[in-house]
């Protein structure tokens, strides 16, 4: 960008419901910023070309997971390579590769993200451990942005009194093996097992997309032991604060996270989840010390039964929304750019 440019159109792409869409949306409300919407990468060049006030070179921001942008991690890299050789392009890189995800899935992301990072004249990530594995993968960052805790409202503003669970354990957000639900499935049978009969494992959110036999898989665990076990589906943004406060214990034991919004979404809602240690995790405890509970999971039945007894270690008092220092912190990260 050149010192005459204005700030960049945000481009969220993607199904309105993806995490990382929505998030884009959130960031240029926040930041104030045009916001332009489109559903599909195969949508995206007429998108441009009709969009009001967007000419030709003018720059874009994007927030970019490979699979939105292509079937293949080299699909994605080389729709944004074109992108970029008609205009500016910065990217907020998400979901970025690390090794837990496997060797070669890891390789063939990580060759993809390098693609995308040298096309973009600007790179944010949203964690400083995003920034490490972006660093021993030869990638350049120029900013790092934390996510945000969302507005959920405060308690006091609930429109509905909460009724706690009696015994429930929720994992919160779609549903896959990264969010190691078959884990706490497995955790939530044996004590129910063990004579639990009260214990429900509630999954709250929605299968990600070719997920849904592991997730059936996990609540039948549960189920052939004796406990209970649902699905919510997608819970409107206005019963979050509800929903997630009415669980009995918050978990979030991710195989392998860089960043992740529900952990934020946990703590604005006032609840404190059990959290797998992990160098992020660290960092936002470091960030906010007390928000989470941190385990190696080396006896997780045991530290289920431990809070579901007492679950006052969940519970805490909701911090700040973030929103608005995201908008601030977006435009002045643009405004260097542009410089």
Avoid at 44 to 67: I, R
Avoid at 98 to 126: D, F, H, K, N
Avoid at 202 to 208: D, E, F, I, S, T
Wanted: proline share 8%.
């Amino acid at each position: 960008m050149t010192a005459s440019s204005t700030l960049p159109l945000t481009i969220a792409l993607g199904p309105p419901a993806h995490g990382v869409t929505r998030f884009a949306a959130d960031c240029a409300h926040a930041a104030g910023t045009p916001l332009l919407e489109v559903a599909d990468i195969a949508q995206l060049a007429d998108a441009l070309a009709d969009a009001p006030n967007v000419g030709p070179g003018s720059a874009v921001h994007l927030h970019v997971t490979d699979s939105l942008f292509g079937a293949t991690p080299d699909e994605a890299a080389e729709a944004l390579e074109s992108l970029a050789r008609d205009r500016p392009i910065g990217v907020t890189l998400h979901d970025v590769p690390q090794p837990a995800e496997g060797t070669e899935r890891c390789l063939r992301r990580t060759l993809a993200y390098r693609r995308i990072a040298a096309a973009a004249g600007l790179v944010v990530v949203s964690s400083e451990h995003e920034r490490h594995l972006c660093a021993a993968a030869g990638i350049a960052v120029d900013a790092v942005i934390p996510l945000p805790v969302p507005d959920l409202g405060r308690p006091g503003s609930l429109t509905v009194e909460l009724r706690p669970d009696e015994r429930s354990v929720g994992v919160f957000g779609f549903l896959h093996p990264g969010k190691a639900v078959d884990l706490v499935a497995a955790a939530v049978a044996e004590l129910a097992t063990a004579g639990d009969r009260a214990i429900t494992l509630r999954l709250l959110g929605v299968p990600a997309e070719g997920h849904e036999d592991y997730v059936r898989t996990a609540m039948e665990t549960v189920r052939a032991a004796g406990g209970r076990a649902e699905v919510t589906g997608r819970i409107d943004d206005d019963e979050l604060a509800r929903v997630l406060g009415e669980v009995t214990v918050p978990v979030a034991l991710f195989r392998n996270v860089s960043a992740s919004g529900s952990i934020n979404t946990w703590a604005a809602a006032g609840r404190r989840p059990l959290v797998s240690a992990s160098d992020y995790t660290r960092e936002m405890e470091h960030r906010r010390p007390g928000s989470l509970l941190l385990t190696d999971a080396t006896d997780l039945p045991g530290e289920l039964r431990r809070l579901l007894d007492d679950p006052s270690p969940t519970r805490v008092e909701p911090p700040e929304p973030g929103l608005a220092e995201l908008g601030r912190s977006y435009l002045r990260v643009w405004e260097r750019w542009s410089a």
